[in-house]
């Protein structure tokens, strides 16, 4: 089984990664830590308690990491993902409590399987450059670090260029594109190719009313109603669940290495990913950082995959 640390900010399409990963055969979920982004930090810890119990896996640890960027302000999705990180989903409060702290948790996890553990990062990026300042070359001695965040030549989602996860700490971002670690990003380029649509929701629950049936109705209700508004598509992208299925399986997507870095200052574009597409001969003169991406994804494959095994029915 592959071991998976995932580092989450606790959306609804966090929520769905999470379920994916727990679906999953060959995954071994280690535990979760989680970060400010969607919603706030004690919020995000909340929803992972709440989602784990929901799926009776309350074994897996959750650990606490940073609840604000290293250097820019505070920024929250409410808007897209509701007041509660969790759309229209009501659980019952958490039993379980946080196991500890997050940094600690990551450099342990790591370093107890050299070379083994993949870490999964759905939020910003601030736990891992955290991580990496606390014990520098520590993400080196992970298996994989997939990263969901950027758009390349994709618009952005939270600004015209930018990409949430990117934007909420371009700091993090580029400590991390800059530590030359084994990263791989999965940028919305790709993740806006998986539209999970409300009808196909609706028609793989049909006729169930258990409790997480309700939750992934309920939880998707929010972002289908902000996609329907702002982008007339009536359903959610799976942009974090397509990184957990990144770990449990690569062949799902085509790699390629770009030279980019992540802008931290502009006023129009914190947190935009740059990259240096000049055809150079030499390829030492562009500027930035070799950076593997995902550029291409098996969308049948993925979709059936995520429906089987998150939504069941036929
Ligand atoms: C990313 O931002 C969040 O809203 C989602 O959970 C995802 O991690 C997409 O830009
Ligand atoms: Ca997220």
Redesign the pocket.
């Known amino acids: 089984m592959q071991p998976i640390i995932l580092d989450v ?1 606790m ?1 609804v ?2 929520a769905l990664a999470i379920m994916l990963a727990l679906q999953s055969p060959e995954v071994e979920l280690l535990g979760i830590s989680t970060v400010f ?2 919603v706030p930090l004690n919020q995000a810890t909340r929803n992972a308690l709440q989602v784990l119990e929901l799926m009776g896996r309350d074994e897996i640890p959750v650990y606490v990491g940073a609840g604000e960027p290293l250097v820019r302000k505070l920024v929250h ?1 409410a808007a ?2 509701g007041e509660s990180g969790l759309g229209d989903a009501v659980l019952p409060d958490p039993e379980m409590l946080p196991a500890g702290n997050a940094l600690d948790f990551l450099i342990e996890g790591i370093q107890a399987r050299p070379g083994e553990v993949i870490v999964v990062a ?2 910003p990026l601030t736990n891992l450059a955290l991580v990496e300042k606390k014990q520098p070359g520590i993400l080196d001695q992970a298996r994989r670090v997939l990263v ?1 965040g950027g758009a390349l030549a994709e618009a952005g ?1 939270i600004t015209p260029v930018s ?3 990117s934007f909420a700490d371009p700091h993090a971002f580029h400590q991390l594109i800059k530590a030359e670690t084994n990263m791989s990003l999965i940028p ?1 380029d790709v ?1 806006h190719q998986l539209g999970l649509a409300a009808e196909t929701i609706a028609a793989r629950l049909a006729g169930r009313d258990d409790a997480i049936a309700r939750f992934i109705r309920e939880s998707t209700r929010t972002v289908i109603a902000f996609e329907q508004e702002h982008y007339n598509y009536a359903g959610v992208h799976l ?2 669940p397509a990184a957990v299925a990144l770990g449990i399986d690569s062949s799902l997507f085509e790699m390629e290495t770009l030279v980019l870095d992540v802008e931290t200052m502009g006023e129009l574009t914190t947190g935009q990913v740059v990259v240096d597409r000049r055809p150079f001969s030499d390829e030492e003169e562009r500027q930035g950082y070799p950076v593997d991406c995902a550029m291409k994804v098996d969308v049948d494959r993925l979709m059936h995959m995520f429906e089987h095994r998150v939504l069941g029915g036929e």
């Open positions: 900010d959306g399409d966090d982004g969607n999705a897209v993902h759905t939020g969901m989602n990409e949430f996860n919305l993740t942009h974090d």
